[in-house]
Structures are given as C-alpha cells and as structure tokens.
Nanobody, 126 residues
Framework: HVQLQACGGGLVQAGGSLGLSCAAS????????MAWFRQAPGKEREFVAY????????AYADSVKGRFTISRDTTRKMVYVQMNSLKSEDTAVYYC???????????????????WGQGTLVTVSS
C-alpha cells in the first residue's frame, strides 16, 4: 500500500540551503508519523526530524535544530525538509520514513518505521 519516494538531493556549499521532498502514496496517512533519517558512510542511520500527519507535531535532532524545518502537505501527500546553514557533517543519504503512530513508541528510532523511501544523496562541500 504505502510507498515513499524521496527527491531533491544534490551538491551544495557549506552555509547553503537545500530542500528535500518525499512523495507518499497510499489510501490514508491518518494516524501516521512521517520522518527523515540520514546515513553517512561508516555511520549509523540517525534521526533528523519527524512530523505527525494529522496534528503536525514535529521534533528535531539536536544536530539540526534551528537549521532544518520539516513540514507536510496533507492534500498533496508530501513531506518536506528545508535544510539551511548546511555543514559538511550534514553530508549523507537522506531517507523519508513512515509508520502508524500506534506501533511506534519512539519516533526517533529508525527500526520502528515499517515504510521507507529509497534515499537521496546530499553532499555539502567546503
């Protein structure tokens, strides 16, 4: 049923900005949480941000707080993350993820999400 497709990655200079999009397909996302995770080579997949579909409650990893903004368009079934003031350490493959809130007791834990997009590469150069 549910499928996710991330896009918008690319090369950007340190200090620059980039926006990522995740197109979600499915019957309904009521009761879902949508999230962004990222993984750099040799590192664990780490939480970036989440947003609940219905209420719009959001939260961020400390490493991106104040620089990244997650949002969603419930009509278009899209999830976005706007990334500003990018740093070299933001370089990673970025993944969108989704799952029912009733089955996820911690929205920051990657393995609890059942649905994932394919990932899009963000490279921040200095």
């Amino acid at each position: 049923h549910v499928q996710l497709q991330a896009c918008g990655g690319g090369l950007v200079q340190a200090g620059g900005s980039l926006g990522l999009s995740c197109a979600a397909s499915g019957r309904t996302f009521s009761g879902y949480v949508m999230a962004w995770f990222r993984q750099a080579p040799g590192k664990e997949r780490e939480f970036v941000a989440y947003i609940t579909w219905s209420g719009g409650t959001s939260a961020y990893a400390d490493s991106v707080k104040g620089r990244f903004t997650i949002s969603r368009d419930t009509t278009r079934k899209m999830v976005y993350v706007q990334m500003n003031s990018l740093k070299s350490e933001d370089t990673a493959v970025y993944y969108c993820a989704a799952g029912p809130t009733r089955n996820i007791d911690n929205y920051r834990i990657a393995h609890l999400y059942p649905k994932w997009g394919q990932g899009t590469l963000v490279t921040v150069s200095s």
